[in-house]
């Protein structure tokens, strides 16, 4: 096939070079699957919000993700959620909406010594994201969450995190269905996102949609949405409320506070909503109006509502609080038994 599949390869291009670079995950790629030409087809017509900065924020996005580990306590929670047994050995992931391998990434910093660590699949919509992906060593793939190039039932867990409300709410019903298809038997799958009457949906409204290049017209998720989703497919489903902030660290006060400043600019792609201030202080007394969550529903009391800049082992901790919405299923080890099936 001569059609581009990535900016910078064509698909058989790049099974060639997975094939000699990460053997694992050239193992459970499946492009003859039914559906899978016109799903190629789709996705070489798709343009993402996350390619570059030109219709979104792609390149601002990358950059704040450099540093890995600002969402190292949600990532580590996560990845429990997913992989709660060490002694299983280390199991084979797929982080769906992995952008340039942020979470991937940020487990290889943290967990690169231990022999459980997990292998880590990044897959996105974005063939910049997964250019730069793969640019960095990571096993990658670029897919549709609602049509994955992966084998039924050739991973451990799926992992839908950090921009599940990308999904058209109509696709979302078959974006579960693809991550437990590819789940094995007792595997686990986490969706990870905001609740849509919480403050971090409110935030994206509030300042994110008039401020951001690409705006922010997507609808988040309810607890009762999530349950559906999961009982849709077949599964139980715990819905679990999940402490997520945005952890940056520096040698003073006011570094920490311009580092976050301009983490949550990046991030979001407001960099000018901050940058017309006149200094970082200013800056910071923005980010705690956007960010003070008050006293909202589901709230652990023993975290912070509102930014806060705290010593920590010698450093200056600056700590923006997010409290994300978790769906945790795991996948039936024998299939389970539908209304008129014989004993």
Known sequence: MRASYLPSLTLDEYLRVVATVHPQLHAVLDFERPGAARALGVLAATSSEFDSDRGGRGDSYRRAQQDALVRWTGIRALLGLLAPDPAAGPPLLLDVLGGDGTVARAAAGRLGSLDSKPTIITGDLSGQMVDRALAQGLPAVRQAAQFLFLRAESVDGVLLAYGTHHIDPADRPRAVAEAVRVTRPGGRIV????????????????????????????????RSGLAALFADAGLAVRVLDLYDPLVVRAGGEPE??????????????????????EDVEAAWRLLERHFDHGTPRHWDPSVPSRPVVHRRDGMYVAEVPRMALVAVATKPATPARRLGDQP
């Not at 971090?200 to 690409?214: I, K």
């Not at 983490?263 to 000018?272: C, E, T």
Request: glycine share 12%; proline share 4%.
């Open 256 to 277: 920490a506070k311009e580092r976050m400043c301009r983490y949550v600019g990046d991030m979001y792609g407001v960099g000018a909503h901050f940058a017309a201030l």
């Open 191 to 222: 969706l990870h996102d905001f609740d849509d009457d919480g403050p971090m949906a409110g935030f994206f409204a509030r300042v994110v949609h008039p401020h951001a290049a690409g705006g922010h017209a997507y609808r988040h998720f309810t």
